[in-house]
């Protein structure tokens, strides 16, 4: 059976991304300055790989107003959540692998 | 308490070099060859991930010959199997932050 790092696909491994990916997952839609404060980015990295990220169709990007602040909400799509749901499987594979588990 | 992903290291988290470490974890010291075929790489790909580990004191590198075949010898460090372990335990508290568990 093959390694399960050959399953890992770097636009969703990348370790800012799967940042971005696992608060997704547990905020459902987090405002952009959330996001760059809970994984401590600059506002160029944190929009770089935001783009990456919606070019590749895994989340998707609301602009608006909360009062009159302007926001930029992030929500990952369904196919982000799929996509993070099998970086975190094939994870879990190469860790029980690493610690002699089969 | 800081996001776990923020305490992945581009070095070791990186999908190749991921692979590579968790395969010297199960296998001690391998082949040049075997590790290429385990994680399906070029020669090039393999060497130049080979070099950055290297360089970062992960994996040391002998030469040598298994009867008249020459062979290179690819083993993690201490501070190789060190870097693997902390990788393994952020990824893991980044999975149970997203399965919910705390």
């Known amino acids: 059976m093959s390694h399960p790092a050959l399953r890992l696909d ?17 905020a459902k839609r987090a405002d952009f300055g959330y996001l760059r404060d ?13 783009q990456v990220l919606e070019e590749a169709g895994l989340v998707s ?3 608006g107003y ?5 926001r930029t909400w992030v929500s990952a799509t369904k196919r982000g959540r799929t996509a993070l749901d099998a970086e975190l499987g094939s994870l879990r594979e190469l860790i029980s692998r690493v610690d002699g588990k089969p």
Chains 1, 2 share one sequence.
């Open 10 to 26: 770097d636009v969703v491994h990348q370790r800012v991304r799967l940042g971005i990916l696992a608060v997704l997952a547990e």
């Open 61 to 63: 990007v609301e602009k």
């Open 38 to 50: 809970a994984l401590d980015l600059s506002d160029g990295n944190l929009s770089r790989h935001i």
């Open 66 to 70: 909360e009062g009159r602040r302007p």
